[in-house]
């Protein structure tokens, strides 16, 4: 069974940084395709960033310059380093897993970013 946990989110003030972790069990993590995603109230949920296995990544326009996404393989472990954010950052955050057909969630981390 396939598992992903995020972990990381918070309450900050804009400026500052924050780095999710997202820890996946029950799947060759080097084979999998990796994404950051994230939902604000009444919004839909949206892309940040993706590293696909062969690490090629991918960012949303409103976060290029400002988030990393990265990976250890040998930790099973995605992370998304967020800098300089800012109050419209503010939504969860979910970890998204893919290869093939397969298809996996976590279950989100909240972030709040004061102005």
């Known amino acids: 069974q396939v598992q992903l946990v995020e972990s990381g989110g918070g309450l900050v003030q804009a400026g500052e940084s924050l780095r999710l972790s997202c820890v996946v069990s029950?799947?060759?993590?080097?084979?999998?395709?990796i994404g950051w995603y994230r939902q604000a109230p009444g919004k839909q949920r949206e892309l940040v960033a993706s590293i696909t296995r062969g690490n090629m990544l991918n960012y949303g326009d409103s976060v290029k310059g400002r988030f990393t996404i990265s990976r250890d393989n040998a930790k099973n472990t995605a992370y998304l380093q967020m800098n300089s954010l800012k109050p419209e950052d503010t939504a969860v955050y979910y970890c998204n897993v893919w290869w093939g057909a397969n298809d996996y969630w976590g279950q989100g981390t909240q972030v709040t970013v004061s102005s």
């Open positions: 029950g799947s060759t993590f080097s084979r999998n395709h």
